[in-house]
């Protein structure tokens, strides 16, 4: 029987978990005007981890070891599916509740662990401030209806009902919405199916209440506490999956998500090919 460290318990239970205090504030405050210049300036097809401090951030030991720990692996896959996401104005971003996972296979019972993870690093305050992530606790476990995708879930919530699939009645549940109270120095990690959004908004006067991204974006503005920073909400995403690609969830994956081309330019840089091994994080070879 495995045994469970209390971050693979809590991400398996929960579908996410946020480690507190990676970084340093004053750091990640100096990291943040980088990542807010790199998100405007980066070729769109240069891979993100050829900047230095972008391999400093994602590639951090420490983070490594607690990603292999939650995954239950001592090796793990990178495939460019990453990047630098900047929003100008973060109150005027448009969102709503989805799931990373992509393509995946119909015959692998839903109950399954699903081995694939997203890591974000956010360069701000969301614990005192609005723009933050909100996140459905435990629905990487649940059918959870996506109203982004109303036909599809539509046929996908019939076919449970009426019909044999991976999914089954006790699934039909609602994962727990909130808002995670992220400070400067501290990431969070989720499983793909998890159901988050992003720059979410805080209530000035219920702040530990979690509205439905619908009634964040039709209330009036005023009703919110703000950013910390009046523009630029800067956030960096890298996506990580066990080392294994006899699983067909992540060969179907990376046949929908992985970067051909900019995995290449890894593979030309040396420094960064010997810090990736180093690790024990691999490229998937031959695909």
């Known amino acids: 029987m495995e045994r469970q460290s209390n971050?693979?318990?809590?991400?398996?239970?929960?579908?996410?978990?946020?480690?507190k205090s990676i970084f340093t504030k004053e750091y990640i405050s100096k990291k943040r005007e980088e990542m807010i210049n790199f998100s405007k300036?980066?070729?769109?097809?240069?891979?993100?981890?050829?900047?230095?401090?972008?391999?400093?951030?994602?590639?951090?030991?420490?983070?490594?070891?607690?990603?292999?720990?939650?995954?239950?692996?001592?090796?793990l896959l990178y495939f460019s599916d990453s990047g630098v996401v900047n929003h100008t104005d973060p109150f005027k971003n448009k969102t709503g509740f989805h799931?990373?996972?992509?393509?995946?296979d119909e015959h692998i019972p839903y109950k399954k662990e699903y081995p694939i993870i997203r890591l974000g690093i956010y360069f701000e305050n969301f614990k005192d401030f609005s723009g933050g992530l909100k996140i459905k606790k435990k629905s990487h476990k649940y059918f959870i209806f996506n109203f982004r995708r109303i036909l599809a879930d539509t046929l996908r919530l019939l076919k449970v009902l009426f019909t044999k699939t991976r999914y089954n009645m006790n699934s039909l549940k609602l994962?727990?919405?909130?808002?995670?109270?992220?400070?400067?120095?501290?990431?969070?990690?989720?499983n793909l199916r998890t159901h988050h959004c992003g720059t979410s908004r805080r209530l000035k006067l219920f702040p530990k209440i979690c509205l439905q991204p619908f009634f964040e974006?039709?209330?009036?503005?005023?009703?919110?506490?703000?950013?910390?920073?009046?523009?630029?909400r800067c956030a960096l995403f890298a996506t990580f999956a066990k080392n294994d690609l006899n699983s067909t969830n992540i060969f179907r994956y990376l046949?929908?998500?992985?970067?051909?081309?900019?995995?290449?330019?890894?593979?030309?840089?040396?420094?960064?090919?010997?810090?990736?091994?180093?690790?024990?994080?691999?490229?998937?070879?031959?695909?």
């Open 99 to 104: 799931n990373d996972a992509r393509n995946e």
């Open 7 to 19: 971050l693979r318990r809590d991400y398996l239970t929960d579908g996410f978990i946020v480690v």
């Open 217 to 232: 974006q039709i209330l009036p503005r005023h009703l919110f506490l703000p950013t910390q920073y009046k523009q630029d």
């Open 175 to 190: 994962g727990k919405s909130i808002n995670l109270e992220l400070e400067q120095g501290d990431v969070v990690i989720w």
């Open 41 to 75: 300036n980066y070729p769109i097809k240069s891979e993100i981890l050829l900047n230095q401090s972008i391999q400093e951030l994602i590639l951090n030991e420490k983070l490594i070891k607690i990603m292999k720990e939650i995954l239950n692996t001592n090796s």
């Open 255 to 287: 046949q929908k998500k992985s970067n051909t081309e900019k995995m290449s330019q890894i593979k030309l840089n040396s420094g960064l090919m010997n810090k990736l091994n180093e690790l024990k994080c691999k490229l998937p070879e031959n695909f």
